[in-house]
């Protein structure tokens, strides 16, 4: 209990200053969290018969996020196809057959749901009121993730008996329901105060940005659910005590910035 406390007093302070001002801290900070997450993604995929390439992993994703901010030439499609010739190379040399397509698969797959799917924060903060936009984000998952627990806790499963039992037994559409819909509520209030967008954003993109904002959030989480029971582990690591691990944490964010940049760009 305390433990979550004290990491939620210090941590808190911390990302905002790290959201609002952006630079090389937001660097060091993605650069920290694509780091840590790939060794915890590598190290649940990883059994007795079968691992993903770890070392070669953790060095492409932690290229993309620095490749993003100094606006290398180089391209992330580009270093995608350079490590899977790279791994296919290695095994015809190795004369090896069994556990390709998993080893190389989830190779690439924590490379794209870490690092690809983090860096956006890097994008996200060079737009517009950049800064501002990735506290709202922050705030968006907190709330959803928060109303979408307490209304589940009240509601659950008294109008549908269908939930997420097989991903997450905890999770009910009555809890999803009141996720979104408070996730409309705060994005409308934030935007009141703090003029996030400008005046010619219409108040139906606004309600449609906090529904898809909504159904997002909380499928990034059960997306990390999914991983976790595939995998057999309970959390995706111990870094943050009583939090579990990095993964665990920043599950839902990690499935939003990349929906959130993209829907920026569109509306």
Not at 79 to 88: E, G, H, K, R, T
Not at 132 to 157: E, P
Not at 183 to 203: Q, R, S
Not at 219 to 234: P, Q, T, W
Request: hydrophobic content about 50%; proline content about 3%; aromatic content about 14%.
């Amino acid at each position: 209990m305390w433990n979550r406390v004290i990491i939620s007093i210090i941590g808190i302070p911390i990302l905002g200053y790290i959201y609002y001002n952006g630079g090389l801290p937001l660097l060091i900070f993605v650069n920290l969290i694509v780091g840590v997450g790939i060794l915890e993604f590598y190290t649940m995929a990883k059994t007795e018969e079968k691992s993903p390439y770890i070392i070669l992993g953790t060095i492409t994703a932690l290229l993309i996020p620095n490749i993003i901010y100094f606006k290398s030439d180089l391209k992330i499609s580009e270093i995608l196809i350079f490590l899977v010739l790279a791994i296919m190379t290695f095994r015809v040399l190795k004369n090896k057959v069994e556990n390709t397509s998993y080893e190389l698969g989830t190779t690439i797959l924590g490379i794209v749901y870490v690092s690809i799917f983090f860096s956006h924060m890097l994008l996200i903060s060079g737009m517009k009121n950049g800064g501002k936009l990735l506290l709202t984000i922050q705030v968006l998952v907190w709330v959803c993730d928060s109303f979408a627990y307490f209304t589940g806790l009240a509601m659950g499963r008294k109008f549908f008996n269908r939930g997420f039992s097989e991903i997450s037994p905890k999770k009910s559409i009555e809890g999803c329901l009141g996720g979104i819909f408070f996730t409309v509520l705060a994005l409308y209030g934030i935007n009141e105060v703090f003029n996030i967008f400008d005046e010619t954003f219409p108040l139906w993109k606004l309600i449609s940005s906090g529904i898809i904002i909504g159904i997002i959030v909380q499928i990034g989480d059960l997306a990390e659910s999914i991983f976790k029971r595939e995998f057999k582990v309970k959390d995706s690591g111990k870094i943050l005590g009583e939090h579990g691990g990095i993964l665990d944490r920043f599950d839902s964010l990690i499935f939003l910035l990349p929906v959130i940049y993209y829907l920026l760009k569109f509306l």
